[in-house]
């Protein structure tokens, strides 16, 4: 059972893990015991970490629970003497990593060890393991400067431990590569430090097998460690070649030869650098004819060197080859009759000549070569340079049957004239039209070859002709285009047979640039969205061939979006099977704005999860895909688990003296520790949270790092920046970074009015600075809150010229905030009279009705318009997430719920300002009681309503009717005929209908978009 020290304790913690429970309920347990007279470090370090794990965005700094708990670490962890107990110890650390401060663990250590070292009676001057503790600890913590500090003191106070010396040169390489691109010259020392010490081990290596002295590199680990270092450091092309070609650290070196062909590169990479082009010329031209380097006649100690290693791999690498291009061409520059020159154009063009099959790699290297030639008169008119268009052509001829063969030459003919594009679109047209695809003489090899030839020159074709910036395409080009795409789709339906679940079908992308140029048509016409469901209906009907078409479902997820079927989207996005780090860069697709388009979740969506692998793997899969708060929920998982695995992973490369992941692993733990995404999925999360009516508990940290940067300095307005929002949101312009950068300095203004309203005796926060970083006093030109509102005004007129930055509803929520903002500044004004903030609540309350008079009002618009419309010009036809008129979306309703949801907390925080604030009560004639409770009450009744009212809307935001299937099925209003009958013969009304099924789940005529939802 344990002690009753021990089973307090536990109750304690049983407290924190709770479901129903969190830190509040722990704390009360906690500062039960400290009343009843209980003492001890281990209570005091458990307070300070249940502290550091309370929200804290309601109160000033000063009298933040984040604040009390740095307080009572710092006070626990530098006394003297310092605590002993390691679980004590061990809460420290953990409070000081929750609350941000890594760095203090390292300072932590550090004291406990120069006070166990100084303790009386000690007889040895030094504690190894006291060193190896604090190494450890800060290893764990990922506190690099208090790694490297105790790693230094381990291999000079052991100099015979080779051991301690290695891990020294990593900890002073992580200092460098952890460190911020503008820190980088403050930790140049540490780079050029790690650069010596090992640069001094590598000097010691000895040329024979003896181990030669105690510190010197003696493994291939060590050996890669130091190139990393050299490579890092930016270290001198000639020392670094130098030691490339040494004997004992080169490539063909004993140490060198598991790496044998990456220091090879390494070398070459360094000689194109230092303009050796000879050598580099030699060494290429050798690989590619002999898949090999070819060894020195001896080495410095006279004995005969090892057989040099020979690769077929590399033979035909395209490293190789773009080495030997670039070098010959460097000296076909300086001398057009160089015979190096004359030697390599011959090779390469013979390539491009021959008959019989030529490698991958090979053709390439022509294609290079010709793009480098051929801007010089000196070059491009020998015989033996082909013409990049020419080059072009015949790389097509001999790789057009390739699937890559798009991707590898699009690079090229970008660097053609638009004349010589459409010359080369012509030739490709006139080469496929030599075999036709109906011939009854053609193998299924011959057949395959055929159809990627021609699925290539359509890529071409529409990326040339209709995919122009220059010029629209018109509705004539594009039937015909897709109608030839549909062509060739249905002849290759006879060769995708046989295939793996896994495979990818060469049909797939003729369907995916119909779908392209549909959204093209869409392009052209505004507000109807038919072409945009057509490309719905046919994505699908990829999709229920090739099931891991993963450009598909992206689409899909863009589409669905696009119409307003933000559950179908959700729904697409986890058919993708998104793993770890992948949600990182991926979730901008659909996880940027469901807080605000998709908070309450659909229970018939719950039966739309398709199966992925992901359960396979150990990843948790959402029971419901429309869930948006299990779905962030998911999407934190990665980095709370980062946080714990990547230290554990650093530390066993250590264990291991596996240097070389090192960098990699230091680099990943930094990207997951400052990830936007990760602070804004929290954001989005707490927000998904108050619309629930919840309260979020836990995970505090990211949210008030956020909060405090909101209000720090000007640069922490780019938290979310145009690259980490606006870009990578792709959701129309009405997503901007202004919203963003507008609710959290909301945010700000109303954390300080709530703290305001619970600080002692109501001094408002002296050490709060404004955006701009001023630190003037609350009485100095109507004070620090004042600054606040006036930024955030500024921020919500800053629109760029022909782009919505807020919407109309985002700025009357944000012109309250400020309101409010004011009626602060206000009551601390020091004539003490209320007038001026009666007026204030006069006209917060006027925003608040005008807001819920909207919602009222847009509601029964949207009623009325849906039953007065039906068909192609139903409400489908104002759903757009791109539109700019937002006022007729019906999405924009849902919008406008959740924004006056937003108000209705902010006037509730409001209240309990103006009935506990000191300076409140002392103004004249008093506000009473009964005016709070007026405004509380409205306020109250409103937002149970408006919750009911927001899922409503969430359920009836997009209605899909039959009507609309015959639509899609007869492209009506649709110049495509084309696509018009490869709907009614290939997908045809029974699959149109299962698709329709499969979204609903229902077996009647009438379905819905969003989420199954049935309609009588």
């Known amino acids: 059972m344990g002690s009753p020290f021990e089973r307090r304790n536990q109750q304690v913690w049983e407290a924190l893990n709770a479901p129903g429970g969190g830190p509040k309920q722990a704390l009360q347990l906690v500062n039960r015991r400290l009343k009843k007279g209980e003492k001890g470090d281990h209570l005091t370090a458990m307070r300070a970490f249940i502290l550091a794990q309370m ?30 107990e390691t679980e004590t110890i061990r809460l420290l650390e953990m409070a000081y990593i929750q609350l941000g401060k890594k760095a203090e663990i390292g300072r932590l250590h550090e004291h406990l060890y120069k006070t166990r070292i100084a303790t009386p009676g000690r007889t040895k001057p030094v504690d190894e393991s006291g060193l190896q503790e604090w190494y450890s600890s800060c290893m764990k913590a990922c506190d690099w400067v208090g790694m490297q500090k105790a790693a230094m003191m381990l291999q000079k106070q052991f100099p015979n431990n080779r051991g301690y010396y290695f891990r020294a040169i990593a900890a002073c390489f992580i200092m460098v590569v952890a460190c911020d691109d503008d820190q980088r010259s403050n930790m140049a020392l540490f780079g050029t430090l790690a650069s010596r010490m090992i640069s001094k081990a590598a000097s010691e290596i000895s040329q024979t097998k003896e181990l030669g002295p105690i510190r010197s590199i003696r493994t291939a680990a060590e050996l890669q460690l130091f190139y990393e270092v050299l490579s890092f450091t930016k270290t001198e092309d000639t020392e670094l070649v130098r030691y490339l070609e040494s004997p004992t650290t080169g490539f063909q070196s004993r140490l060198g030869s598991d790496n044998y062909w990456e220091l090879w590169w390494l ?4 000689k194109l650098r230092l303009r050796e082009f000879k050598d580099v010329d030699e060494h290429c031209r050798s690989v590619l004819s002999t898949g090999s380097v070819g060894a020195n006649d001896s080495r410095a100690d006279g004995t005969v060197p090892d057989q040099p290693k020979v690769s077929l791999v590399w033979k035909d690498d395209w490293k190789v080859w773009s080495g030997y291009v670039t070098s010959a061409f460097e000296l076909g520059l300086r001398d057009p009759e160089d015979p190096l020159f004359t030697k390599a154009a011959t090779l390469i063009t013979e390539n491009l000549k021959t008959d019989g099959p030529v490698s991958r790699n090979a053709l390439l290297a022509a294609l290079q070569f010709a793009t480098l030639c051929n801007p010089h008169a000196a070059l491009n008119c020998r015989e033996d340079v082909p013409t990049l268009l020419a080059a072009c052509l015949t790389f097509f001829q001999k790789q057009g049957g390739k699937s890559s ?17 459409k010359e080369l679109l012509d030739k490709l047209t006139d080469h496929c039209s030599t075999s036709s695809l109906e011939s009854p003489d053609m193998s299924l090899k011959e057949l395959t070859d055929a159809v990627r030839e021609r699925v290539t020159r359509l890529k071409f074709r529409f990326w040339i002709e209709i995919d122009n910036q220059e010029r629209a395409p018109t509705i004539e080009g594009l039937d015909d285009f897709m109608q030839e795409c549909l062509a060739v789709y249905t002849i290759s339906l006879k060769v995708d047979v046989d295939l793996l679940v896994t495979d990818m079908r060469i049909g797939d992308e003729l369907l995916l640039l119909v779908a392209k140029g549909l959204m093209c048509v869409y392009a052209s016409r505004t507000h109807d969205t038919l072409p945009i469901r057509i490309a719905i209906v046919l994505l699908e009907h990829l999709l229920s061939k090739s099931k891991h078409n993963f450009t598909a ?11 307003g079927a933000l559950s179908c989207a959700t729904v697409e996005y986890q058919r993708l ?13 659909i996880l940027t704005r469901l807080a605000t388009l998709l908070p309450f979740s659909i229970s018939a969506a719950a039966k739309l999860l398709h199966h992925t692998d992901m359960a396979d793997v150990g990843l948790h899969v959402p029971a419901n895909p429309t869930d948006s708060l299990e779905m962030y929920d998911i999407s934190l998982r990665l980095y709370k688990n980062a946080n714990r695995t990547n230290p554990e992973m650093i530390s066993l490369a250590f264990k291991n003296d596996a240097y070389g992941q090192i960098k990699d692993m230091v680099l990943f733990e930094k990207r997951v520790s400052t990830s936007i995404s990760a602070c804004h999925f929290e ?14 508990e836990g995970s505090g940290a990211l949210w008030d790092r956020a909060l405090t940067a909101s209000t720090s300095d000007n640069r922490s307005f780019d938290l979310f920046g145009e690259d980490g929002w606006h870009t990578g949101c792709n959701m129309g312009p009405r997503v901007g970074v202004q919203w963003a950068r507008g609710f959290l300095l909301a945010e700000s203004i109303m954390a300080t009015l709530v703290a305001q309203s619970q600080g002692a005796g109501g001094s408002p926060p002296r050490d709060m600075p404004s955006p701009s970083g001023a630190n003037g006093g609350v009485g100095e030109a109507g004070g620090k809150h004042m600054s606040l509102a006036s930024r955030l005004r500024e921020v919500t007129h800053q629109e760029e010229e022909g782009e919505y930055e807020f919407t109309g509803v985002e700025k009357q929520v944000l012109e309250v905030v400020c ?18 903030v009666k007026t204030l609540l006069a006209d917060v309350m006027g925003n608040f009705q005008a807001l819920r008079g909207g919602v009222q009002a847009s509601s029964k618009a949207i009623a009325e318009d849906a039953s007065a419309t039906s068909g192609v010009d139903s409400m489908m036809s104002g759903l757009s997430l791109d539109d700019h008129r937002w006022d007729l979306a019906p999405w924009y309703c849902v919008h406008r719920v959740y924004m006056f949801l937003e108000v209705c907390k902010y006037i509730l925080q409001l209240c309990d300002f103006l009935d506990k604030s000191p300076v409140v009560k002392a103004l004249k004639p008093p506000i009473t009681k009964p005016q709070i409770t007026e405004i509380r009450n409205a306020i109250g009744s409103s937002s149970k309503s408006v919750i009911q009212l927001a899922k409503d809307e969430a359920k009836d935001a997009v209605l899909v009717t039959e009507a609309d299937i015959d639509a899609v099925l007869s492209c009506k209003g649709l110049e495509l005929a084309s696509v018009a009958e490869f709907l009614n013969g290939s997908v045809g009304r ?8 499969k979204i609903a789940r229902s077996r009647s005529s009438t379905w819905a978009a969003v989420g199954g939802v049935k309609f009588s």
């Open 55 to 84: 929200p804290s965005a309601g109160a000033t700094s000063a009298s933040s629970p984040l604040a009390e708990a740095l307080a009572l670490c710092n006070g626990l962890a530098f006394r003297t003497p310092p605590p002993k």
């Open 267 to 270: 070398l070459v990479d360094a």
């Open 405 to 421: 063969c798009y991707d590898d030459l699009r690079p090229y003919v970008v660097q053609l004239s638009i004349d010589q594009r």
């Open 819 to 836: 309101l409010i903002g004011d009626i602060q500044v206000e009551s601390e004004n020091a004539t003490r009279t209320s007038s001026k």
């Open 683 to 696: 954001i989005e999360r707490r927000r998904v949270l108050r619309f629930r009516g919840g309260v979020a």
């Open 577 to 589: 099977g998104i793993k770890q780090i992948q949600n990182d860069s991926l979730s901008h697709h």
């Open 990 to 997: 029974e699959r149109a209908e299962n698709y329709m099924d």
């Open 553 to 563: 479902l992206l689409l899909l997820v863009r589409l669905y979006s696009i119409i």
